[in-house]
């Protein structure tokens, strides 16, 4: 073969890679729109809000389909995580790079990244056997909201706090050079100069630890009680749409598969409008 | 015209770990007037500069010996109130550096920080500032506008303006001029002569027309076997006119740097 | 770079800036805190019960005793064939982007838009996927196979964004310097790209490692959960992520073993997270000061 020839067979392999690689997400939403398509024919779309409670069937009209106590369940542990884990990602950051003395904060560093190395498999685990009974204690059951909440805050502290850092470092020198010759104190350097010089990255972050706490399965699975029914308060159990998925899947058929397939959409949904709002509120303008 | 120097310099060297940038320099800047520092780049000036508002100390590794007073305080001494010595000393640097905050907002967070809260102080003196630096007309629709789309040159002013607002007794500019076009360089250039007589003005150039034009002092700095040092330091007339030593003469005639 | 600790003195005597330091050294202490009880706790209550035993034995009494061997065998299983599967294709999309194609071209643009939005897809969202298209479509049922093959969808868009930055990193002489000696760019990838743009390579791969280690919910219902032996790729197979879940949640008394795999598994992830960090640091610098 001709080196040319080779070239050619080259290109088309890689165009062949990337097509794929960038054609699996248009797959998977697909695959999930042609599962759903029988709950929505046969429970239809009105019911996932409107039934009386959530008593999955395999045929439409013998089970109960309502989906909003979880898709609640996951907004307020979402909700609830990133309220958490904002500001001591940020606080974390900050600390990294104007508070602590160097070789401390590149010990602190490494250790988020550890953190954000743990799998949330670990984190639920440690979650069910340390805070859930720790929670039951001042009011059970202890697997509650409140423990989901405090669980998924911890797994995407790192997150945040990685991004936030990241942010920091890109701070330009200049900025800083100004605020030191007018005089400027450190909590004013960083509040009214660093943090907004720093912004559109913390908001990056924000924006990806929300997905990661919407998408967030395991942990949620592990420490919430799954009982689907709307929160009265932080210490009541809740269900998210991850952990239903993952519980009921083994056994779901029919429709009842077919719905759970539907709520897999609805996250995959919540997940890319999420990234179009970050791109539409966070796209950085050009700097001269 | 002078009453007598503001910086007090006593053999005053500056190392980066083993490094030297310049080493004893002496030097009394003369209170209120303009004194301009000028040499080949390289020599120690910025350096020299930044040691006279303990901005020196963001170098890591930057070792500062001998002393310097300004306005009676020693600078370096340990008890010296780092913030409350920067804002009697103000600086301007050479790329114009507004933050990424609105053009109010620039002026008001010197103030706000240095205990200016009363909004109608913050808002006559943000005027005031602006007025100052021949701003006012063209910015003041949009002081709410990011300062970060003014041009080179009003950006410039804007900074200026920034350091003003604190009332400082001295001013130490980083050839301010430099990264601007000759128009808005000759803007930013009459207003350093306007601000004669109520600052003292310390202005790194290497611009020696400039210097001409606007010191009244003037040291010139240039490297000898690695280390920065002042070679010549006196009254723009001696050092244009009549200059003591060989490599001033060279220099000032443009046959050196 | 600003030290800004020594740069930036807090105010004297100022509440508002005692406040901040107050809560920004109280927010760092308490991430601290949070991680030594959680990771001292796991490796206090887990490290005891690890030894050879643990490693290569089968469970016995549905985990409570007995070892973890077989999680081990599936664990190693399901990371091959994500790996097989996607360091190929991830390598072949990652050159194109960064070799063939123009930064402002729309190819690469909804490439690259679309792998981002896959970077974010929740990992239950791959497992309905994997469950819908490999178990069922494909017929592999839950196996090991099936598995690997979601996770590999999974880590396609961190080894290809990995690798990519690996290439982009390549210095351009590099590529001048071949096309003047009349190398065809087929040449040029193998003898001279590839090999300068390993180490984004490497990092990849061992972030992708690193996911495919961690990862739990996907492989549920895709792997699923048998705890023999796999004796091929498509038996189901269940992986230390998922015996630590089962042992916890569905198994009373279950809690000393799934703390000692969590430890297991920790220790493989840091291990996996340093050669990370080993290679970046390292290797890295050491092209950049032989440039």
Known sequence: MSPSAKDRLLLGVLRGCAALAGLLVVVIAAFLILESVPAFRNVGWTRFFSDPAWHPAPRAEAGQFQMLPMLAGTLAVMAGAVLLATPLGVLSAVFCRYYAPPALGNAYRRLIELLSGIPSVVYGFWGLVTLVPLINQVRPPGASLLAGVLVVAIMILPTVALMADGALAQVPQEYLRAAAALGLSRWTTVRAVVLPAAKYGLFTGVMLETGRAIGETMATLMVCGNIVRFPQSVFDPVRTLTANIALEMAYALGDHRSALFASGLLLLVLIVMLAGAAEWIGGEPARD | MSAGSYFEVSDMSLHYGAKCAFESVVMSVPRGEVTALIGPSGCGKTSFLNCLNRLIDLAPGARVTGSVRAGGLDLYAPTTDLLALRRRIGMLFQKPNPFPLSIRRNLELPLREHGIRDKRRLEETVEHALRDVGLWEEVKDRLDRPALQLSGGQKQRLCLARALVLEPEALLMDEPCSALDPLASAVVEDLIKRLRGRYTLLVVTHHLAQARRLADHVGLFWMLEGRGKLIEWGPAGQIFEAPREALTAEYVRGRQG | ?291
């Not at chain 3, 740069?7 to 991680?35: H, K, M, N, Y």
Request: include cysteine; aromatic fraction near 8%; hydrophobic fraction near 55%.
């Open chain 3, 1 to 291: 770079m600003i030290d800004a600790t020594t740069a930036f003195p807090p105010a004297r005597g100022s509440s508002g800036e005692r406040l901040a330091t107050a809560a920004v050294w109280s927010s760092a202490l308490l991430v601290v805190g949070v991680s030594v009880w959680m990771l001292g706790g796991l490796f206090w209550q887990g490290a005891g019960r690890i030894n050879w035993a643990f490693l290569t034995t089968e469970p016995a009494n549905a985990g409570r005793s007995g070892g973890i061997a077989p999680m081990l065998a599936s664990t190693v299983l399901v990371l091959g064939v994500a790996l097989a599967v996607s360091v190929p294709l991830g390598l072949g999309a990652a050159v194109l982007l960064a070799e063939f194609t123009d930064s402002g071209s729309v190819f690469g643009r909804l490439v690259r838009r679309s792998l981002d939005v896959l970077a974010g897809v929740p990992s239950v969202v791959f497992a309905l996927f994997g469950n819908a298209l490999f178990c069922q479509y494909l017929g592999l049922g839950y196996s090991i196979l099936a598995g690997g093959l979601t996770l590999a969808c999974m880590v396609l868009p961190v080894l290809i964004r990995a690798t990519e930055e690996g290439f982009r990193a390549v210095p351009e002489d590099y590529r001048r310097a071949a096309a003047a000696l009349g190398m065809s760019r087929t040449g040029t990838l193998w003898h001279v790209l590839l090999p300068a743009a390993a180490p984004g390579l490497a990092v990849g791969l061992v972030l992708g490692i690193g996911r495919v280690l961690g990862e739990t919910a996907a492989l549920l219902f895709t792997s699923g959960y048998v705890d023999r032996m796999p004796e091929s790729l498509l038996d189901s197979g269940r992986t230390l992520s998922v015996h630590i879940y089962d042992l916890s949640m569905n198994v009373t008394g279950g809690d000393a073993n799934a703390c000692a795999t969590a430890v297991v598994l920790v220790v493989l992830l840091l291990v996996v997270n340093a050669a990370a960090g080993w290679i970046a640091r390292h290797w890295m610098r050491g092209k950049r000061i032989s440039e």
